[in-house]
């Protein structure tokens, strides 16, 4: 959990219990007392991953929700305070962008006024899918306005962490067959794998952006036996897949 001045971001561990599954009655309790737990405000709104590059607006009228109340997109934005845009996830980073409160000039009345514009945050579902449609780009687009692009400059990143480098590696056929296209950078490892590194990935493509503020939090969800993990749970021929849950707010 990291406290700002701006924004709050939590995630849930194992020991809370598992999240996912709307319309189970067990994991509806278990996201409702976490939230709770951690002072949410009650207004919350579940991101639904598409695998894509779509940005959709929390507190707008277009946003397209599902019939559980879920936004099938792959990064949420709001601009109101006390939105609670949750992800539930196993191995996928999620990253948070906020960008503070910024004035702009604006002609009123045949003279200049300096107008004060609120701040917004951005959540977004960090898989390889949406990075490689461009989410982050996607989602500066949206955040910043069209004519302040600079502003980036004081957006402030959060990547919650995910699968690490340690653990998100792949062997000779999965690159040829799914990775070549968007990863031919990538050259494999003494023992013949390719690794790719989400969080270095996601700082790149920000610093080419204009999004200096970094800072990651937390460690590698398939080593660590603390959150749940896709991996570890194949790795381990287990067949129940839990999901942890990440959300931000604007305070
Ligand atoms: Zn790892």
Redesign the pocket.
């Known amino acids: 959990m990291i406290y700002t001045s701006g924004f709050k971001v939590v995630r849930s561990k194992k020991k809370d219990g598992n999240m996912v599954s709307p319309g189970d009655l067990q994991n509806q309790i278990n996201r409702l007392s976490f939230l709770k737990g951690v002072g949410a405000p009650p207004g919350r709104v579940y991101i639904r991953p598409e695998q894509g590059g779509e940005v959709q607006l929390a507190d707008s009228g277009d946003a397209k929700f599902c019939q559980d109340g879920a936004v099938r997109c792959d990064a949420l934005i709001a601009r109101e305070k006390g939105v609670v845009m949750v992800l539930l996830l196993a191995d996928c980073p999620s990253l948070i962008l906020y960008l503070p409160e910024y004035h702009v000039r604006v002609w009123h009345d045949y003279r200049m006024v300096e107008v004060k514009s609120g701040a917004r945050l951005a959540h977004i579902y960090l898989g390889r899918g949406p990075l490689e449609q461009n989410i982050i780009e996607n989602t500066l687009n949206v955040l910043l306005p069209v004519d302040n692009r600079n502003l980036a400059c004081t957006v402030n990143a959060v990547l919650v962490s995910g699968?690490?480098?340690?653990?998100?590696r792949f062997d000779e056929e999965v690159y040829q067959r799914i990775l070549r296209e968007h990863w031919s950078h990538l050259e494999p490892d003494a023992d013949g794998k390719y690794t790719i590194d989400l969080a270095n990935e996601a700082r790149q493509r920000l610093r080419d952006s204009g999004v200096m503020s970094f800072n990651q939090l937390g460690?590698?969800?398939?080593?660590?036996g603390e959150y749940f993990s896709h991996k570890r749970a194949k790795a381990g021929k287990k067949e129940f897949q839990g999901r942890h849950l990440v959300a931000c707010w604007l305070l």
Do not use: Q
């Open positions: 699968i690490g480098l340690c653990c998100y460690e590698c969800t398939c080593c660590s």
